[in-house]
């Protein structure tokens, strides 16, 4: 069964530095989704991307954050200057069809902020 | 404002009890879909169901099921004869195209089931 699948796991980076977490959405799948959940608390959006080009976005994703698809599979989130409140598990996700149809979220990248 | 509200924090139960999970929701569209999410310790999220706002049918899944009622703005999940695999943070999310495709959750409720 196809799934979407991010790496890696796990991230440790100091504060101020850049991350790059990667995901590769379902292969059929148009619409690509970001959320975060920090330890403890509920899933928040960060962004969705359609068509090459970002669709909505939460008042969390400011001018830190970045998404890109650089080519046809993979799907990526860039912090460009980590803080500690950045700490958090990351989800990627992926839909068919953004209307309607259900997304399906990867195994999440962990990300922690010294 | 919330638009997806689970009261329930955390449920303990000892394994084959039922256990219930409430969630409430809040939308002024008419056109919109509803989910459930399961997070095991592992930390993934599991797509478990999705509803739409015309299908009030209740849903069964072996031993889930599924009670939405929109005069209520409630979408209900029950585990039937609970077992420890069930232990998992339980997400209520609400979706509202064409405007709002992003998926907002609920706060989660964390589910013990005992041996």
């Known amino acids: 069964e196809p799934e979407v699948t991010q790496t890696p796991s796990h991230q440790v980076t100091q504060m101020g530095q850049e991350v790059i977490l990667r995901c590769v959405p379902i292969?059929?799948?148009?619409?690509f989704y970001w959320y975060r959940q920090i330890l403890g608390q509920k899933v928040e959006f960060l962004v969705s991307f359609y068509n090459n080009e970002i669709s909505e976005k939460s008042e969390i994703f400011d001018d830190q954050f970045s998404v890109e698809r650089p080519d046809g599979s993979n799907f990526t989130l860039k912090i460009r200057s980590t803080k500690l409140e950045d700490s958090a598990m990351y989800f990627c996700a992926s839909s068919e069809i953004g209307t309607s149809e259900t997304q399906y979220f990867g195994p999440g990248t962990r990300l922690l902020v010294l | 404002a919330q638009k997806v509200t689970q009261a329930q924090t955390e449920i303990s139960v000892v394994e084959k009890e039922d256990v219930t999970l409430d969630c409430v929701y809040e939308t002024r569209d008419t056109t919109y879909y509803l989910f459930w999410y399961k997070q095991p310790p592992s930390g993934e999220l599991v797509f478990l169901i999705r509803r739409n706002s015309f299908d009030e049918q209740n849903e069964i899944s072996g031993r889930y099921s599924w009670n939405f009622q929109k005069s209520t703005s409630s979408f209900n999940f029950t585990i039937t004869a609970s077992q420890v695999v069930d232990s998992a943070v339980y997400f209520c999310?609400?979706?509202?195209?064409?405007?709002?495709?992003?998926?907002?959750f609920g706060a989660g409720t964390t589910v013990t089931v005992r041996a």
């Open positions: 292969s059929n799948h148009l619409y």
């Open positions: 999310a609400l979706s509202e195209p064409p405007n709002d495709y992003k998926l907002s």
